[in-house]
């Protein structure tokens, strides 16, 4: 039986994000891929396509995250975060509403510069691999959005945040630059995403579990068309047949520029389809 859906994923610490898409290729015997690399050293949310559902892990990269990362203050690195060289060592002494001030000043539309560790390519090459041999090279700052930002808890040397933020957004880059806007440098010492567009960690499974039991992978799969918000409509015999040869299918009553999720009399997911004005026309198909 072929598999087409989303796994939700809790990748843990010290794997990278596509190991685990590895895992779950021998696992499975499907075609899969992630919607959104992890940091080898992060954990949490990885919500991991199979099958069909592949066609669309561009659509759930795009999606809006949101993280937990605990920072260090005092501390700057070169990967901006604790599993770096230190760079520099200062002093802090900063007061909770400094703290929180300066915090609050990233959220909204800003810019951000990639980080050199991390896998933006440049003429085709990955930063990462450039800044392992010592290059640095100057990157273009990309705007990003940073919905909401929640100070969970500061001592005065350390804090734990939760970051709600559009796709491209880099939690080590903010806590650097959170450290830069204070005076006395921060690095990012862990990081766990609790969000990727509709899935949540409280509804993830530990990689762990489903390797040692693969048996539940039918249960916690979730259907491709479940990802969508759009508008469901079953097709008679012969629009399913038009469909599926990529021939727009003439509707009325329908609202012009909206997309809907098209079904066949059986059931089976065909596709999104937008409406022009007087056809449906295929945007994504999964049969």
């Known amino acids: ?3 087409n859906g989303v796994l939700n994923i809790y990748k843990p610490s010290g794997i990278t994000s596509n190991a685990v898409v590895t895992k779950l290729r021998r696992l499975t015997g499907e075609k899969t891929g992630h919607t959104g690399t992890l940091d080898p050293g992060a954990e949490g949310v990885l919500p991991i396509c199979l099958g069909k559902a592949t066609k669309a892990a561009g ?11 605990r920072l260090v203050l ?27 001030e300066a915090v609050q000043s990233f959220t909204g539309e800003i810019m951000q510069v990639p980080p050199m560790y991390s896998a933006v ?34 001592d005065g040397a350390s804090s734990e945040i ?50 040692n039991n693969p048996s539940i992978i039918d249960d916690i799969l979730v259907p491709v068309d479940k990802l969508f918000p759009y508008k469901r409509l079953k097709l008679s015999e012969g629009a399913a047949k038009a469909v599926k040869n990529g021939i ?29 004005g007087t056809v449906l026309k295929m945007e994504k198909s999964f049969y």
Request: hydrophobic share 35%.
């Open 59 to 69: 659509m759930l990269t795009d999606s809006d995250k949101a993280y937990r990362a």
């Open 1 to 3: 039986m072929t598999r």
């Open 162 to 211: 939760e970051v709600s933020c559009s796709k491209g957004t880099y939690i080590r880059t903010l806590c650097d630059d959170i450290g830069a806007k204070l005076g006395c440098g921060a690095a990012m010492d862990k990081l766990v995403r609790i969000k990727s567009g509709m899935f949540l960690v409280e509804n993830s499974v530990a990689l762990e579990a489903l390797e």
């Open 121 to 154: 390519k440049m003429n085709g090459q990955p930063l990462y691999k450039l800044a392992r041999q010592g290059i640095e090279v100057e990157r273009k700052p990309r705007k990003i959005k940073i919905y909401d930002i929640k100070i969970l808890s500061f």
């Open 74 to 100: 005092g501390t700057k690195t070169d990967t901006q975060d604790m599993t770096g060289t230190v760079l520099e060592k200062k002093e802090v002494n900063v007061s909770e509403i400094e703290f929180a």
């Open 248 to 276: 727009p299918v003439r509707c009325e009553g329908l609202v012009n520029g909206e997309k809907y999720c098209l079904y066949a009399p059986s059931g089976d997911f065909l596709c999104i389809s937008c409406f022009t």
